[in-house]
């Protein structure tokens, strides 16, 4: 039997960063009933060229991906106690792009996830021209011993008129990932899958691959901001 169909608790906490993503593995383990202390780093500016840093722009943007990893796993918590695994997925597909919206409009950027090349379970997830880029070198970095979840870009030349900045972090296939990414789905979690995405080409992954990245895109004004 696949073992992947019996939620162990370890399994189910680290389900709870699910379809989710652009949590940094450390919030995945750490993951514990009273989640909102797991591991949640405060915003650390990575380190950036003196001229034309805007630490500014940079903690906005990491403020956002944090808030929208954590409003994944923690209403993802909340779907999957109610629904079981299944249940997620439906969770997933109604409320992940409802939530991204949700923190864009709270912080004033855009941002979103993206799947390596042709790895797209939803195809609005498929990547843009920059992220493309930046998902070859994640990769180059991966295949080369780098761990997924480490990869970090911070973009201030060549964006568009209007963006002061963009980053983007790798994110990692986790085990408990596998069990709606990898080989060997289950047939309740495979089916609705299916009907949800019958293009889902989001299959296959295994544990340590580079999923893809959660981006973030800040603008040069700040009008968005509450
Ligand atoms: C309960 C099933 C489930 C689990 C567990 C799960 N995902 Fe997903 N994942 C989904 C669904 C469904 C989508 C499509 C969401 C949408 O429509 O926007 C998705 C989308 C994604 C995306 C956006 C790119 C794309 O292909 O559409 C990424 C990245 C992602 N998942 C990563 C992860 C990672 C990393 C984990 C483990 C930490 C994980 N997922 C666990 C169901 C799951």
């Not at 202390?37 to 380190?47: H, K, R, S």
């Not at 709606?180 to 989001?202: F, K, M, S, T, V």
Request: net charge negative.
């Amino acid at each position: 039997m696949n073992s992947m169909t019996r939620y162990s608790p370890v399994l189910v906490l680290a389900m709870l960063a699910g379809c989710g993503s652009e949590l940094a593995p450390e919030a995945v383990t750490a993951t514990t009933p009273s989640a909102e202390t797991a591991a949640v780093p405060e915003p650390t500016p990575a380190p950036a060229p003196a001229e034309e840093a805007t630490p500014d722009a940079q903690a906005r943007g990491q403020a956002a991906m944090r808030e929208f990893g954590d409003r994944l796993r923690n209403e993802l918590r909340a779907a999957m106690s109610q629904d079981g695994a299944a249940g997620a997925v439906s969770f997933c597909h109604d409320q992940a792009p409802r939530i991204a919206d949700e923190v864009m409009a709270t912080h004033g950027v855009r941002l979103g996830r993206v799947a390596v090349a042709g790895r797209n379970r939803n195809p609005g997830n498929a990547h843009g021209g920059w992220q493309g880029e930046l998902l070859d070198s994640f990769q180059r970095a991966v295949n080369t011993g780098g761990a997924p979840e480490s990869q970090m870009a911070v973009i201030r030349d060549d964006v568009p008129a209007g963006v002061e900045l963009r980053m983007a972090r790798g994110i990692r296939v986790e085990a408990a990932c596998l069990m709606c990414h990898g080989d060997n789905i289950a047939p309740p979690i495979a089916e609705r899958l299916a009907a949800l995405y019958p293009e889902d080409r989001a299959t296959g992954f295994l544990e340590g691959d580079l999923r893809g990245l959660v981006w973030v895109e800040v603008p040069s004004t700040t009008e968005a901001r509450p």
